[in-house]
């Protein structure tokens, strides 16, 4: 018996030939199709499956691909010398082409025939699917539509059992089976719907879209390591800004960063929004020009916010400035670490680009060759870059370490003539004692 959502899923088969559609060898890798006619020639049933296939449709140009297929795992592997099993729960082909991967999958049921190989917790989540089925059970189990098409290599005919393909050419993103149980058998499918709408700009069909504020608080039960995979993929695949505004319009964004959709709720200039776009949208451009993006760039962006906020209320209660920057960084870290897992070689970046803002009001000669050779220079520089969008407030101190980057030296010195008492606090511990001011409740400002 197969689980009640997905058996009650009717499929019925539309083969749409090769003259009418546009999912071209050209744009199939060659180990994809190497992998999928040595199937074929060895009588199994062979398959591009999935965002490729859905990619390809909409003229994009995918970068891995899939492969489903009805040989099992082992007779995967008795057909490739460089193929490795993945996977305990359910076991994976690698085929493996030096630096490229080609995912052969065997089709997959989501069968509950009592045999424990299909389990759901008390609350309707998938913990468990272990069970080989027919490429319509492997259709149905699929999240949406439109990442549910076959692309067969023996005709070149694209194979549809569950209406993606005219979902496909309608631009929407419409989940398989009833939404409700879908996103409670696994809540990520939630921020995937957001994701792929934003990269493919597709709008979220209706019905799928519906139940999605109501059940967003549902992600606190994903698993913080795959929540953190989610968000490299929602904000530097290139679509950041789209993927922002998905989140916030489906009310998905209180659930993923809870700390910081509270404090652009509370910030009623919208200057700290402003900011995040401005920032998330430098992300988009560097993708587009294939620069490098960070992590820890982009969560101390993403809460930012958070951090604002919580410094504030330190500050408000009488902390000292620098014990109280120290502190808003580590809570923020902390409350958000339960939620996704940042790996540290990311957090502790994070938290010195935001320790480093209030150096740059720092003129003195010795603290601007200090602050201009730290490790983190560049990336907490930008991120002041960043800050004038919310802000014209720290104009002066961009262009003083845009200065101080080109001529280094006559700056220093220039500087620390005219400011020669002015040491603000800040966060350098290095600094001597006796040079120390204590500045009480000096906010840091909004953005
Ligand atoms: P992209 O690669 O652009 O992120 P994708 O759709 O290829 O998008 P993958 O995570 O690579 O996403 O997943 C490959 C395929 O596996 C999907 O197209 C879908 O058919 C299926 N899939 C992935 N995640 C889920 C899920 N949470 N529930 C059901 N099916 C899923
Ligand atoms: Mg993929």
């Not at 005709?155 to 939404?179: A, C, H, K, T």
């Amino acid at each position: 018996m197969q689980s009640d959502n997905l058996s009650s899923i009717q499929t019925s088969l539309r083969v749409i030939p090769r003259d009418q559609h546009n999912v071209s060898r050209k744009e199939i890798s060659p180990n994809a199709l190497r992998v999928l006619y040595r199937l074929r020639d060895s009588g199994f049933g062979a398959y591009l499956v999935g965002g490729a296939v859905r990619d390809i449709l909409v003229g994009g140009h995918p970068k891995d691909f899939d492969v489903a297929t009805d040989a099992t795992p082992e007779q995967v592997k008795g057909l490739f010398r460089n193929c490795r099993l993945i996977g305990r729960r359910f076991r994976l082909a690698h085929v493996v082409y030096g630096r490229e991967i080609i995912e052969v999958a065997t089709f997959r049921a989501n069968i509950d025939d009592g045999s424990g190989d299909r389990e759901t917790d008390t609350g309707g989540r998938l913990v468990r699917d272990n069970v080989y089925g027919s490429i319509e059970d492997d259709a149905v189990r699929r999240d949406f539509t439109a990442n549910a098409l076959y692309y067969a290599v023996e005709d070149f005919s694209v194979r549809d059992y569950v209406g993606g393909f005219e979902d496909v050419q309608n631009r929407l993103m419409r989940l398989i089976g009833d939404p409700v149980t879908r996103y409670r058998e696994d809540p990520v499918r939630m921020l995937r719907a957001v994701r792929l709408a934003a990269k493919l700009d597709f709008e979220i069909e209706a019905a799928t879209a519906a139940p999605i504020p109501q059940l967003a608080p549902l992600l606190a039960e994903a698993a913080p390591a795959r929540l953190f995979e989610e968000c490299l993929k929602l904000f530097l695949s290139g679509h950041a800004v789209q993927s922002f505004l998905g989140l916030e319009r489906y009310g998905l964004l209180g659930a993923l960063l809870p700390e910081s959709a509270k404090a652009l709720k509370s910030n009623r200039s919208g200057a700290l929004r402003r900011m995040l776009l401005e920032g998330l949208k430098g992300t988009d451009t560097r993708v587009a020009n294939d620069e490098p993006v960070s992590p820890a760039f982009l969560f101390a962006l993403l809460l930012w916010p958070a951090y604002c906020r919580e410094l504030m209320s330190l500050q408000a209660q009488g902390t000292h400035t620098v014990e109280a920057q120290r502190r808003a960084a580590d809570r923020v870290t902390l409350h958000q670490l339960s939620m996704i897992a940042l790996p540290r070689r990311f957090s502790l970046p994070m938290q010195e680009i935001w320790l480093l803002q209030s150096r740059f009001q720092q003129r003195q000669r010795k603290r601007v060759m200090r602050l201009l050779s730290h490790p983190r220079f560049r990336a907490a520089f930008d991120f002041l870059c960043l800050r004038t969008a919310a802000s014209e407030e720290h104009m002066a101190d961009v262009e003083f370490w845009f200065e101080a980057q080109q001529h280094p030296d006559a700056i220093a010195h220039q500087e620390a003539n005219q400011h020669s008492d002015d040491g603000e606090e800040g966060g350098d511990e290095r600094a001597p004692r006796k040079r120390r001011r204590r500045r009480r409740g000096a906010p840091v400002a909004e953005g």
